[in-house]
């Protein structure tokens, strides 16, 4: 994998525990994982959001759809009762 070498500033604690606790060789690694990671989280949460927002802007027509199949159980169940 290609690699681009950035220089970003970190507060010294978080750098002294990144050191402690990561190797030298693996500490790119490990960055680049966290961050994948943290990305892929902020996709799924903003997939969550649109698709409550969604939700949301259809809860009228997903209501009306609840009510007509529901009406059709009911006549249904009402056919069924009825002698043949």
Request: glycine share 4%; proline share 6%.
């Amino acid at each position: 994998m290609k690699l681009a070498k950035r220089t970003y500033s970190l507060p010294p604690p978080i750098v002294q525990r990144l050191e402690k606790t990561v190797a030298p060789g693996q500490r790119s690694s490990f960055i680049a994982k966290l961050l994948e990671d943290w990305f892929a989280r902020q996709e799924r949460l903003e997939m969550r959001r649109q698709i409550v927002e969604g939700c949301r802007e259809m809860k009228e027509v997903y209501l009306e759809i609840d009510r007509e199949w529901n009406r059709s159980g009911e006549e249904a169940w009402r056919d069924l009762d009825r002698p043949a």
